[in-house]
Each structure stands twice: as C-alpha cells, then as structure tokens.
C-alpha cells in the first residue's frame, strides 16, 4: 500500500515525531485496520521524501508503542489495539496478595488500598527494549568503577528537561538520582534534621512517613487538611509554637486524599515557611497522573525553600527503584556528604529509565495508565455512592478515592471484617500523624472492579449500617 504524509504543518514537531503520530491517530482512527501491511522502509520513504534512517526510528517507535509488529522478512503490520482497548473495559483482575506488617505477602489476599497499579498496566514494550538496549553496551562502560554520585548524566539533563516542562528552572547539578521517593526524603531529612527537631507531614499523610522519623528521632506533628488542601491557620499556630525544620507535604494528587491543593493555599504555605524560617519538601510521586499541569509548590518556589521529590516506580516498576531531587543550591553539597555515607543509585537502572524516556515511549504510557484510571475511577465512584460512601472530594484525576461511610466511625472495623474475607483495606489510622482512629479509607482504584470486593461490601453495608 501506500502511505503519503504531507508534513507541511508538522510545526515544531521533529519530522520522526510528527509522522509517528500521524499514522497513529490513522491507526486509532481506524483508517489503517488490524492486519495492514505498512510499506517497507524503503517504499515509505521514497513516498514521503524522508531518509531511510527516519523512517526506521518511526517504525520502532510505532512497535514499541504496541502498535506495529515487526514480521522478519515480511515486513511491520498494524496490531490489533482493540484487544487493548478490551483491557480497559474488562474486570480488573487482582494480584493475589496477603498482608503481614504491611508487606503483602499472601496469595489469596486482594489488596484494594496498595499504592501500586496492576502488572498487566505497566507492561510496556518500550521497557523491555530499553533494558535489551542497555544490555547491548559495553561490559567495561557497565561495570568499571563507580557510578556518578549525582546520578547518570544524560538522565539528569532529562530530569532537568521535564522539570522545565512544569514551569521548574534547575541546574543539572541540583538534580540528584535516588532509590526512590521515600530514600530521597530519608537523604534530605538525615541532612537537615538532628535529633529531637520537629518536622510537619500531613494528616492525612503518606503513612511511611511516620515510620522514618520514628527512625530518625524526631518528632512529628501533623498538619490537618481540609478540602482546598493544609489549614493554614493550623500550619501557623503549629508552626509559631515547635519551630518546625521541615514540611513534608505534597501539592497534586496527595496521598491519600488525591486533592491537588489551590495555588492560593499554596502561596499561603510559602508564606508560612518564610516567615517561621522552615523548609517544604514536596512529594509529587503521584503528580504525574494529572494531565493539566497545575501549579507545584517548587514551580512557585523556584528551589528556594521547596526540596522537589519525584520517582518512577510508581509507573514503570516498583523493582526499578529510580527517583530524583531537585535541591536548593545551598543544599546540594551537604546532601552529597551525606550520600557519600551510601545510598548511590544503580547506573544500570538509570540507564534503563533514561532510554525510555528518550525514545519517548514513557509520555505515550502515562497517558495510558491516565486513561484506564479514568474508566475505573468512574465506575469506583459510581459503585461506592450507591453503598452510601460519602468522598473526600471527587478528582478527575489520580489513582485513590478516600471515602468514609457516615455511620461508621471507625473504618478498622470495616478493614478487620475484609481481613476474615481475605481483602486488605488501607484504614484511615495507617495515614493520621498519631496513628488515631479514623472514619475515612483509601481505596486505589485500580484494584476496585473485583467482584469480591463487590460482593464483600455490598454484604458489609447491608449488615452493618444503622
């Protein structure tokens, strides 16, 4: 067949990236069906008028996207992406899983308030040519010496690329590779902290937060939230009474409560740290699934006072641990000393997350992953407000609902009767500063389509409720 492109508006655009999403959107259109042969890379670039070369990087891309599968000797034809498509729509199946001190262990258990999404949506063919790609480089490059105690080079200037993208100016010397998320707070926080210092988290916060100060020797005082994000008039008090260090808190997609906070909240806490002298280290792991781009704290801050923390493993895998700082230049030089203590990242894991970010194929995946919790969040909404669960708030985007019946005043009730029907809730006293009892629970709505979950509160609330 033929297949003529007119690039005369491609724009901006590279000529490789705007032909990649032109077949695309005519694949997604229909317009080139399942089991259509694309025309060779010769044929395809004396029709366009384009270097062989590109027309390559195009049809890698495409069967990397899971759109065209290469046939040796036979040329690329177009997948079938409705069997994608049933993915979406078909009843999430569930990791068998148990829990025992947090960690999930037991194969029979479902877990509906981990803050992991399913294997089967983080398959990604652009992954596995990644590490093929790394596997492919020299052993004396993988293997001599150490690695860059800032992180893998090429990977930090991708790093810096994106930050720029959500309005965040970094040097490439302010950004540090780290073993995910929680190691970099642990780095920042054995940086800045001593014993007996007090640092701010939120409440409802990242319950791991606890934990790691509890380790740290310092005490914690939760910052409440309400629905437009922290109540400045607590952060205030509490701040003008402990002197506070730290702020660790998160302004997109908060864990558990999924609000993404108002910039006017935001600039409110700005003011608040400048004027009690303390820093904010900002957790946006769950940020990215938020496809408008809303205000960070460090894109207001501009890395004066805000310490930005993101990571990976949250949408690539949770065995590929690779996160990053972007840190105050004042601060930079005393993180490293306490690095140097240990805590480098694997080059070879860096290099793996930098050659999919470079082929681009991780952009493509978000928007995936946004997609299916999309459809899910839907029908989770839907579902719990027919049980009468009342929400927090309602996002559009994000991967967790936190919700409350109103007639139960302790959700651990509602956690201990799953635990005996083998399905683990996330309570609410797992994500409160003191570990009180509370009537809300996270549910992650990748994991809420499963019919025992169905059946076990639909059952629950028929029982139970006044």
């Not at 105690?149 to 200037?157: D, F, Q, V």
């Not at 459809?375 to 009342?390: A, H, P, Y």
């Not at 809730?425 to 003191?434: V, Y």
Request: net charge neutral; glycine share 8%.
């Amino acid at each position: 067949m033929k297949l003529h492109i007119d690039c005369t508006g491609r724009g901006d655009s590279t000529i490789t990236d705007y032909l990649v999403s032109k077949i695309t959107e005519q694949i997604e259109l229909s317009n080139l069906p399942a089991g259509t042969r694309l025309p060779s890379i010769r044929g395809f670039a004396d029709i366009n008028d384009v270097s062989r070369f590109t027309v390559v990087q195009v049809y890698d891309r495409l069967v990397a996207d899971g759109l065209l599968q290469s046939r040796p000797g036979a040329g690329f034809y177009v997948t079938d992406i409705s069997i994608t498509k049933k993915l979406t729509d078909d009843i999430i199946e569930s990791e068998n899983c148990g829990v025992i001190g947090g960690a999930i262990t037991n194969k029979n258990f479902l877990s509906v308030g981990r803050g992991s999404l399913p294997y089967n949506w983080l398959e990604n063919a652009g992954l596995e040519k990644a590490i093929r790609k790394v596997g492919r480089s020299s052993l004396t490059e993988l293997l001599e010496g150490y690695s860059n105690i800032y992180g893998y080079e090429p990977l930090r200037e991708q790093l810096r690329q994106r930050l720029i993208n959500i309005g965040i100016s970094a040097g490439i010397d302010q950004i540090l590779t780290v073993n995910g998320a929680l190691s970099g707070i642990d780095i920042v926080c054995r940086t800045l902290l001593k014993s007996g210092d007090v640092v701010l988290i939120d409440d409802p916060g990242y319950h791991m937060l606890s934990e790691l100060m509890e380790s740290l020797e310092v005490k914690i005082l939760g910052v409440p939230w309400n629905r437009q994000g922290p109540d400045i008039e607590a952060l205030d008090k509490l701040a003008s009474k402990y002197q506070p260090k730290l702020f660790i808190t998160s302004g997109v997609n908060q864990n558990p409560t999924n609000l993404t906070v108002l910039p006017a909240v935001m600039h409110q806490v700005l003011t608040m740290a400048e004027r009690h002298n303390f820093r904010i280290i900002e957790d946006d792991v769950f940020g990215v699934f938020h496809l408008e781009s809303p205000l960070r704290y460090a894109t207001l801050d501009q890395l004066n006072r805000v310490i930005y923390i993101n990571s990976y493993s949250k949408t690539i895998s949770g065995r590929l641990r690779i996160g990053y700082l972007a840190l105050p230049e004042s601060l930079v030089e005393n993180v490293l000393q306490t690095r140097r203590l240990g805590g480098r990242t694997s080059e070879l894991a860096e290099r793996v997350v930098y050659e999919l970010l470079r082929e681009g194929n991780y952009r493509k995946h978000i928007q995936y992953l946004v997609g299916r919790l999309q459809k899910s969040r839907e029908k989770t909404i839907k579902f719990l407000s027919q049980l009468g669960f009342e929400f927090f708030v309602i996002p559009e985007y994000g991967e967790f609902l936190w919700v409350r019946l109103p007639w139960l005043e302790n959700s651990k009730e509602l956690a201990d009767e799953g635990l005996k029907n083998e399905i683990h809730f996330m309570s609410g006293d797992h994500f409160t500063a003191d570990s009180r009892a509370s009537p809300w629970i996270r549910f992650s709505i990748a994991w809420c389509q499963d019919p025992r979950l169905v059946k076990f509160l639909n059952e629950f609330v028929a029982r139970k409720q006044p």
